[in-house]
């Protein structure tokens, strides 16, 4: 799972959410970086030198983008991994030794590219100096100055295992598939073998025995499989069922809604993804989606609406 995450907007307000959280407020000055330059370089404790955006937040590179000609993160994973963009040509500290240029999004926007990088900042930062998006589903890291990718190699080959065996843990268990959670603010909620969070996604049709999230949304909400039959905790109404993947893994469904985890959680419990981009929801023990937001006191325990 990932590190810290805070909440995050859906798409229609997460550009002027980023925005706050990059402006001059309540982030001091930063002399590692340059407010007037595109793309600056700061230095982490965990990676040394590494590229960022004009106020210090991280950027980083998404695996994916190196078989296209362009970016591949559109829709629910830029409401995650939103990208760095420009009103023009973009400009470099001293210290960048990457050539940037840009490229021309769907949305007719300029995203900033480092060397053949397309980049990205994460929502899951709060801060100037957070790294909580480095190595995400093995997809998302950050680059050094000259633009290569830091940990990339190191840490595909160390977690491949790891990760399969994890994915084993948690689709193929002895404990029940899908039980039924109590959580504080959104009350009885369905979630997986490990008791992590599952969720619906609005752009499915229930019943409909396939997936709308597909390629780099997958890294952000990867489906709940399984190998074999699903089956239910006592508490759990829904009927589960399954449907092949065009991977051909075998994904979930709870009353006839394919089934999701988040990226964005970090342990039984958590339930960051909920409204996300107003189109993820947890579901109740019967499958039926909660899309009321929850109610917080302070603001740290939902997503925004």
Not at 101 to 110: E, Y
Not at 122 to 140: K, L, R
Not at 226 to 246: I, Y
Request: hydrophobic share 30%.
């Amino acid at each position: 799972m990932v590190p810290t995450r805070r909440q995050f907007l859906g798409t229609a307000t997460l550009t002027a959410a980023l925005a706050g959280c990059l402006g001059g407020d309540g982030n001091g000055s930063n002399p590692t970086t340059d407010e007037d330059v595109t793309v600056s370089v700061r230095s982490v404790d965990t990676h040394g030198d590494i590229l960022v955006g004009p106020d210090g937040m991280t950027l980083y590179m998404f695996v994916p983008d190196a078989d296209a000609d362009g970016s591949t993160c559109y829709d629910s994973c830029a409401a995650t991994w939103p990208p760095l963009t420009v009103d023009e040509s973009p400009s470099a500290a001293d210290s960048v030794t990457a050539s940037l240029s840009t490229i021309t999004r769907d949305d007719g926007s300029m995203q900033v590219l480092a060397g053949e990088w397309p980049l990205y900042y994460y929502a899951g930062d709060d801060s100037p100096g957070d790294v909580n998006g480095q190595g995400v589903n093995d997809a998302w890291y950050v680059l050094g100055p000259d633009g290569t990718p830091k940990g990339m190699e190191t840490t595909t080959e160390t977690t491949t295992e790891t990760a399969t065996e994890t994915t084993t843990e948690t689709t193929v268990a002895t404990s029940p598939t899908i039980e039924v959670r109590d959580h504080d603010t959104l009350g009885e909620i369905l979630v997986g073998p490990d008791g992590m969070t599952v969720y619906m996604f609005e752009s499915d049709t229930a019943g409909a025995d396939e997936s709308s999230c597909t390629g780099g949304c997958v890294s952000t909400w990867p489906p709940v499989t399984v190998e074999g039959d699903p089956s239910a905790g006592d508490d759990v109404t829904a009927t589960l069922a399954t449907f092949e993947r065009e991977d051909g893994s075998t994904q979930v469904s709870a009353d006839g809604w394919p089934l999701y985890y988040y990226a964005g959680d970090d342990s039984p419990g958590d339930a960051n993804g909920q409204g996300a981009s107003g189109v993820w929801y947890v579901l109740r023990p019967d499958g039926s989606p909660l899309r009321e937001p929850p109610t917080t006191d302070d603001g740290s325990g939902g997503i925004g609406y």
